[in-house]
């Protein structure tokens, strides 16, 4: 089957970090941009951040830039989002997708989320 499938998710303490990752199975990632998204109880999915299939241009919300951090290595097939000062708004289930290029909204693929929740 064609995955991609969330990890790193977990609870984590105000001001603190995870790093989710994003792995392809059945496929290669290296033609893919790949977009982070989350979504919080009661709202909308919202895009976190997006990366080219290159590495060579990256984007964030503003409510992350500065404290998120994507990047890839597509020997491993893999797409990470590295998550530092934590808040408990970051709270979510976080998703990744492959499309084309960032900045249109279609994805092929979309992994089943992990839950980031960012409490005391």
């Known amino acids: 089957q064609l995955q991609l499938v969330e990890s790193g998710g977990g609870l984590v303490q105000p001001g603190g970090s995870l790093r989710l990752s994003c792995a392809a199975s059945?496929?290669?990632?290296?033609?893919?941009?790949i977009g982070w998204f989350r979504q919080a109880p009661g709202k909308e999915r919202e895009g976190v951040s997006c990366?080219?299939?290159?590495?060579?241009?990256?984007n964030y919300a503003d409510s992350v830039k500065g404290r998120f951090t994507i990047s890839r290595d597509n020997a491993k097939n893999t797409v990470y989002l590295q998550m530092n000062s934590l808040n408990p708004e970051d709270t979510a289930v976080y998703y990744c997708?492959?499309?084309?290029?960032?900045?249109?909204?279609?994805?092929?693929?979309w992994g089943q989320g992990t839950q980031v929740t960012v409490s005391s």
């Open positions: 059945g496929f290669t990632l290296d033609s893919y941009a």
């Open positions: 990366i080219s299939s290159s590495g060579g241009s990256t």
């Open positions: 997708a492959a499309g084309l290029v960032c900045g249109i909204d279609e994805y092929d693929y």
